[in-house]
């Protein structure tokens, strides 16, 4: 199991090798991972840098701009969500209790949006809740950025 787990590992590091490939593929793969779709992006980073050490902080940015990208994806199709529901129903779901804590919090709430599970709905329940737009996007940067950082170098860290 163990070499069959290498072999695997040597391949995506060959296939994420080059530099046009793998910050292309960071950055669709990050895109995509920040919307609802279940699907990880660090791995990617991790085996891309484990490849080209140099492409530490390339990949970082492009990676968080990638996520933030998707987060801002998210806020979107809350915000269009809520619209829908709001004209089909004719009341604000504004005005439930059930969101006050992230009404509460406001923006920085997606600070959070790096959480797994939780990160990507929180995105879309900002845009939901009509929070401002470049707030949670500068927010999600930030936490996302953080995350980024930390995964990889732990990441590297493990596998050397």
């Known amino acids: 199991m163990e070499a069959w787990l290498q072999q695997m ?4 590091l060959e296939a994420l090798s080059l530099p046009q490939v793998g910050l ?3 950055f669709v793969v990050a ?7 279940p699907l990880g992006s660090e791995p990617v ?14 990949a970082i940015l492009v990676a968080t701009v ?9 806020w979107w199709m809350g915000f269009g ?12 779901p504004r005005d439930q209790r059930v969101l006050g804590w992230l009404r509460r919090f406001g923006a920085k709430a997606c600070l959070l949006s790096w959480l797994p599970i939780v990160g990507d709905p929180l995105c879309a ?9 470049w707030p949670c996007l500068g927010y999600m940067a930030i936490g996302k ?16």
């Open 24 to 26: 292309g593929a960071v």
């Open 31 to 37: 895109l995509i991972s920040a919307t609802l779709l």
């Open 145 to 160: 950025f953080a995350r980024y950082v930390l995964m990889t170098a732990l990441g590297v860290f493990l596998i050397h």
């Open 45 to 58: 980073v991790v085996l891309l840098v484990t490849a080209k050490p140099e492409l530490f902080w390339p």
């Open 125 to 133: 329940l900002a845009g939901w809740l009509r929070l401002p737009f």
């Open 81 to 92: 969500a809520e619209r829908a529901y709001e004209a089909a129903t004719h009341h604000t």
């Open 9 to 12: 590992i040597h391949l995506m």
């Open 66 to 74: 990638g996520n933030t990208l998707g987060g801002g994806i998210s």
